[in-house]
């Protein structure tokens, strides 16, 4: 069955500084790997996505995550966080097994400093 | 991608009362629908697996005769949150689609008072 870590319940960054976000996942097959960001009293909304094709992967508003097989990592960056980019933010896996199921990780919540 | 609702957004109910909420597919064609529970400050809890033609299958843990799903046909499920109590209280969402093309409804907030 797979599992996903996110190491740092919360991150604190000033404007324009970098933003890494840290997931670890675990899993049987060729995994699906999500990131997702939900904004207070909100639903989920889709950051990016890895699919197996090329390993470093572009999202929406200036995100980009890089799989990285070797450590089963599947970390969140952004060159220049901005104030809106504080929200709570979920690294997901889907293993296909005969059906497939995704599971999140705890989340991250990130805070930008003016 | 898949336009997804979910109805109710929010609802609050008295102790004891049973709440049913629906995910509504408008476009795409589900064969399998997701049901997740997600607590203040916590992450997306899977709670079973909704398939269309078949009983759901169950996380460990999950009641299935408090949390019943009825997955009616391919763009519609449903989950009754059966005589609701406080600590049933949560945001449930519903996703769907394939495992790489997946699409969550908004969510509904549930307030058992």
């Known amino acids: 069955a797979q599992s996903v870590t996110q190491l740092g319940s919360h991150v604190s960054v000033s404007e324009g500084a970098l933003v890494l976000l840290r997931c670890n996942y675990s899993?049987?097959?060729?995994?699906?790997l999500f990131w997702y960001v939900q904004y207070p009293n909100q639903g989920l909304q889709l950051l990016l996505k890895?699919?197996?094709?090329?390993?470093l992967v572009k999202g929406i508003n200036g995100f980009e995550a890089e799989f990285k097989k070797s450590e089963t990592s599947f970390h969140l960056t952004k060159p220049s966080a901005h104030m809106s980019d504080a929200a709570e933010y979920f690294c997901?896996?889907?293993?296909?097994?005969?059906?497939?199921?995704?599971?999140f990780g705890a989340g991250t919540r990130l805070f930008v400093k003016a | 991608g898949a336009v997804v609702s979910q109805h109710p957004s929010r609802v609050i109910c008295k102790s004891g009362t049973s709440v049913k909420i629906e995910c509504r597919s408008l476009?795409?064609?589900?064969?399998?629908m997701f049901w997740y529970r997600q607590f203040p400050k916590q992450s997306l809890m899977l709670m079973a697996t909704?398939?269309?033609?078949?009983?759901?299958?169950?996380e460990q843990g999950v009641e299935k005769d408090k949390f019943l799903i009825n997955h009616a046909s391919l763009t519609l499920s449903t989950l009754t949150v059966t005589s609701a109590h406080p600590e049933d209280s949560s945001f449930y969402i519903c996703?769907?689609?394939?495992?790489?093309?997946?699409?969550f409804g908004p969510g509904t907030r549930l307030t058992v008072l």
């Open positions: 890895y699919t197996s094709a090329a390993t």
């Open positions: 997901a896996v889907t293993e296909n097994t005969g059906g497939f199921k995704t599971i």
């Open positions: 909704s398939n269309e033609g078949s009983k759901a299958t169950y």
């Open positions: 476009d795409f064609q589900a064969t399998t």
């Open positions: 996703l769907l689609g394939t495992n790489n093309e997946q699409f």
């Open positions: 899993s049987s097959v060729p995994p699906y």
